[in-house]
């Protein structure tokens, strides 16, 4: 089998170039990549169709077929479309129904062959698919990863400032493409039943997609980097170890140090509620009599000196935190410091597990929560916001303790109820990552959906899209804008 994977703006290399500098390389190109190669592990043959970029700023994007990651089984197919040059994915969309399509076509054709089957990711690739479908006759599947409808949220669009953001963003071309991707795919891959419902349910895409039919949606988690997010020793320990205790000694009371500790290892974001964890543990004093706070940084040596070079939000965050600290007085009881990258990440998540501790994650509200599933699987047991998909991660708490991000006592509580019971929670953290959390699993996932979908090709109906044309979407949408 031949499964293409099209994603127009992913820009894979083998060096995995650029992941961390720009916003377009996002957690979805590490989605892709591992259930590519998870999938080529299990001897089916992947192509991650791109684009391809001739640009001395961009190296690494400018063969037209590789090898990747040195499985045979994958290759990157890169496509030139739009110009040499790097250009944000915003400005892609003039050239996907035509040069892009027509350079997977002609590649195909040269070689005498087409894709079994298509999976496509983010709008611009379920455009693509859409179209390409019909091209070659096969079934295809969308991943959206994000909606347009929901950044629109996120962003406060409104009816005085859509003419601006839409011509940044171009949303109404983002959000027709998703329209048509959701509607004629075979299905809608999703991470979490939350996804399914609250991103899908949201009144862009009515009468795009029925949320309520099952034929139309799988739910398929992504998975854990079980190479590196382990509970198993690495020799890189013995440094992490060395690394993180020069900071506990110069943050924590000598007398406190072998206590049990809370992490707090997410992204500084409003929305990542730091501020409710730091609340809760200020304010319950047997919290503080079992356990030392962990916050980790990005950047920042020393958070009580200075944390100048953080951006506008992360101070806001920051200030809110010492403010807290100095409120309650937790000088003694709070270290902050900096981690660099996932294997250290995954390794401080080991040498705290050896101090029994626990990881918290109190966003108000969480999609999914991919980080909470990795410090699980390297051994910490996770406690987790009530509020999007961790619920589902920790199976409502059979799996891992669920709290009110919004309520300093449940959360406090919760931790306690973690740290108490870290044997058990460790287990049943690892037991779940393996069961249900690896990017085999997500692959597995994957092709039983496309075999399901070869299997029934000539009953699939043809999920024509008969919604109005861009012009006619726009004024829809302003007309569900509020002021």
């Not at 996120?154 to 940044?168: Q, S």
């Not at 304010?283 to 030392?292: R, S, T």
């Not at 597990?353 to 509200?365: E, G």
């Amino acid at each position: 089998m031949r499964i293409a994977f099209i994603n127009p703006q992913g820009n894979f290399d083998n060096k995995d170039s650029y992941w961390t500098q720009h916003p377009d390389f996002g957690g979805q190109l590490v989605y892709v990549k591992e259930v590519a190669l998870a999938l080529g592990e299990m001897g089916v043959k992947v192509d991650i169709i791109t684009r391809k970029i001739v640009e001395d700023e961009w190296v690494g994007f400018s063969k037209d077929v590789e090898i990747y990651h040195g499985n045979e089984n994958v290759r990157v197919v890169r496509i030139p479309f739009g110009g040499d040059k790097f250009l944000p994915k915003e400005q892609l969309w003039p050239y996907l129904a035509n040069e892009f399509i027509n350079g997977i076509v002609e590649f195909y054709k040269k070689e005498n062959t087409k894709p079994d089957a298509i999976t496509t990711h983010y709008a611009d690739g379920g455009l693509v698919g859409a179209i390409l479908s019909n091209i070659f006759d096969v079934p295809f599947t969308f991943t959206a990863h994000s909606l347009g409808a929901q950044k629109m949220d996120k962003l406060g669009v409104n009816k005085e400032n859509f003419d601006e953001f839409e011509r940044r963003f171009n949303f109404s071309k983002r959000i027709f493409a998703e329209r048509i991707a959701m509607n004629r795919s075979y299905v809608n891959i999703v991470s979490t039943a939350q996804e399914r419902y609250n991103q899908y349910g949201h009144k862009y895409y009515e009468g795009a997609v029925d949320v309520n039919d099952d034929k139309k949606f799988k739910v398929i988690p992504p998975g854990v980097n079980t190479k590196v997010f382990t509970y198993e020793y690495r020799e890189e320990d013995d440094k992490t170890k060395e690394y993180i205790y020069k900071y506990l000694r110069r943050d924590i009371a000598e007398d406190r140090l072998n206590l049990q500790y809370v992490v707090l290892s997410s992204r500084f974001d409003k929305k990542k509620n730091h501020k409710g964890a730091v609340l809760a543990f200020a304010k319950n004093k047997k919290l503080q009599e079992k356990a030392n706070l962990v916050i980790v940084l990005r950047n920042v040596e020393n958070a009580f000196e200075d944390y100048s070079n953080l951006n506008v939000e992360e101070k806001e965050i920051m200030d809110e935190i010492m403010s807290i600290i100095k409120q309650y007085n937790l000088y003694g009881k709070v270290s902050m410091f900096p981690i660099n990258g996932q294997k250290q990440l995954a390794s401080a998540y080991r040498f705290f597990s050896r101090l029994r501790s626990v990881f918290c994650l109190t966003a108000l509200y969480e999609p999914f929560g991919l980080a909470p599933i990795e410090a699980m699987y390297a051994g910490l047991p996770a406690v987790v916001t009530k509020n999007g998909g961790t619920l589902e991660t920790v199976d409502r708490g059979r799996y891992g303790v669920v709290v009110d991000p919004e309520n300093p006592e449940d959360i406090a509580e919760g931790l306690i109820k973690a740290l108490d019971n870290f044997d058990m929670y460790k287990r049943l953290g690892i037991e779940r990552v393996e069961s249900k959390y690896t990017w085999r699993a997500t692959a597995v996932g994957y092709l039983k959906v496309i075999e399901e979908a070869l299997g029934k090709r000539e009953e699939i109906e043809d999920y024509y899209y008969t919604g109005a044309q861009e012009e006619n979407l726009i004024r829809k949408m302003k007309g569900m804008l509020g002021d």
